[in-house]
């Protein structure tokens, strides 16, 4: 989650860093929106690795604990689930000033709309939240380390040993991609 977390401050930095709109590339602001996003809802999301709980945020302001609704909802309901007031077709029928009836409607037309990424504002808030959440799994984490170490102090040497070397993402085969990770 730390790892997940700091990708999200890394973005938010990138996306507080366009500030030329002369040069602003709405692709680049949508991904990295996404990827944001995403990510700091993962840390929240049930799944292979064990999740944060959203009761995690009781002692943050206000402010921060609706930035964590909001951009939680707007994983579910705009990134991940498209379907949502932030995207929306309209049909409308073009109809001239100059119209007396109906029958004279030629053209009908369909517009449609959505939200791109994050508002300009988004990123600094965004990025405050995951420094603060951040904070506090880093806390868990130095709490979880020493009772493990002192667990490992109490084992001996030989079977530590025993277990080896692990070799993260050794498994690197496209056909990987679809295999489920054990749960913890």
Not at 58 to 84: M, Q
Request: charged share 30%; proline share 4%.
């Amino acid at each position: 989650m730390d790892i997940d977390l700091t990708g999200v401050i890394s973005y938010c930095d990138y996306l507080l860093e366009q500030s030329d709109i002369s040069k602003f590339n709405f692709i680049v602001w949508e991904a990295m929106s996404s990827a944001a996003v995403v990510r700091y809802a993962r840390c929240f999301s049930p799944g292979a690795r064990e999740q944060l709980q959203h009761n995690l945020l009781d002692g943050a302001d206000s402010e921060l604990r609706g930035a964590h609704e909001y951009f939680i909802e707007l994983r579910s309901k705009h990134f991940a689930h498209s379907v949502n007031p932030f995207e929306e077709t309209e049909v409308t029928v073009q109809i001239g000033d100059h119209f007396k009836f109906s029958k004279e409607i030629t053209h009908i037309n369909s517009v449609h709309g959505r939200k791109i990424g994050l508002s300009f504002s988004d990123p600094e808030q965004l990025k405050r939240l995951a420094e603060w959440v951040r904070l506090k799994v880093r806390t868990m984490m130095n709490e979880e380390t020493g009772k493990l170490l002192a667990f490992a102090r109490t084992r001996p040497l030989a079977e530590l040993k025993a277990y080896g070397i692990p070799s993260p993402g050794s498994d690197t085969k496209r056909s990987s991609v679809k295999k489920k990770r054990a749960r913890p």
